[in-house]
């Protein structure tokens, strides 16, 4: 089986990434100058300084025009969200949407604000209400999938990356995240057909392939599994899940050797990982009857590998 992982503060950020917000959290310029000498400050990319000159711009909000009082409550919220304030954030978004009821950007980064703070029901409202204002949103129907995935509705889930898919032919995203559906539910085959495809549009998306060579181990072939998470541990160096997974597969192919290398190089990245911390134990033991003339003990490589969407 596939162990599957899920983020609520990822996923925000995910969404405010697919936005077009910056890295960290939304952000909105001015409409020329801005009246208050705290404008400088509010589009700080460093999200205290960002609070202080925006409270200072809403302090005398009234003087500003709908675009740059809209602006000033998103980078706020944006500011506040990236310190996990997601309450603070949550009350800029609103103040927003009393400017602009009808701002889509803004629901969906209120939506993701409401998902990390792990409010999946009003996070979908919000997406919803996104969704109807901007029906070609690939980022809404995204976010949502997310949403009902952690809710358990994996088949409502599915329908919204169906519409991504649609929406979007050249991203690589929806594609992956629909090969993440079939696999959890060990349908292999389609899973490395989207997968693959995901990869014709992103060669170095770590995750997808990550996911393609979960799919091939699920299904013995651990030379193409390892071909994967070889390409993926190059694309992505601190990735300590594709070493984990590729240490399985080399414990697979019984090349312990190279197991506990991975395995190592994996805790070295991340030093809680229990299981590669419990698979670098477990091949030691056997390299070290091998080395004092034993016959190896009988070893069964895990069943799956680790996959987070």
Request: hydrophobic letters at 45%; one cysteine or more.
């Amino acid at each position: 089986m596939v162990a599957i992982s899920f983020s609520v503060p990822r996923a925000a950020a995910a969404v405010a990434l697919c936005v077009g917000f910056t890295a960290s959290f939304p952000s909105l310029a001015a409409h020329g100058p801005g009246v208050s000498p705290g404008w400088k400050l509010c589009r700080s990319a460093n999200p205290d300084e960002r609070i202080t000159g925006c409270t200072q711009v809403i302090a005398d909000i009234g003087k500003e025009s709908k675009h740059n009082q809209l602006a000033a409550y998103v980078n706020r919220a944006g500011a506040w969200q990236a310190k996990g304030d997601y309450a603070h954030a949550i009350e800029d978004y609103g103040k927003a949407l009393e400017v602009d009821p009808g701002a889509a950007v803004v629901l969906l980064a209120r939506g993701a604000a409401l998902h990390a703070k792990g409010d999946l029901d009003a996070a979908i409202a919000d997406y919803d209400r996104a969704i109807e204002k901007d029906r070609k949103s690939v980022a809404a129907y995204m976010a949502r999938a997310t949403a009902w995935r952690a809710k358990g509705e994996a088949e409502k889930a599915l329908a919204d990356i169906e519409e991504a898919v649609k929406l979007d032919k050249k991203a690589a995203g929806p594609v992956a995240a629909r090969a993440n559906y079939f696999h959890a539910k060990g349908d292999h085959d389609r899973a490395i057909a989207d997968y693959s495809e995901a990869l014709k549009r992103d060669r170095t998306l770590a995750p997808a392939l990550i996911g393609r060579g979960g799919c091939y181990y699920a299904k013995g072939d651990y030379d193409k599994a390892l071909a994967d998470f070889d390409a993926a541990a190059k694309a992505d160096p601190k990735n300590a899940t594709a070493l984990l997974n590729r240490a399985n597969a080399w414990r697979a192919k019984k090349d312990f050797e190279h197991a506990k290398t991975d395995y190592e190089a994996a805790l070295a990245l991340k030093p809680d990982l229990a299981a590669a911390k419990k698979g670098e134990e477990d091949v030691t033991k056997i390299l070290a009857k091998k080395a004092a003339g034993g016959s190896a003990p009988a070893d069964v490589a895990p069943a799956g590998v680790e996959h987070v969407h």
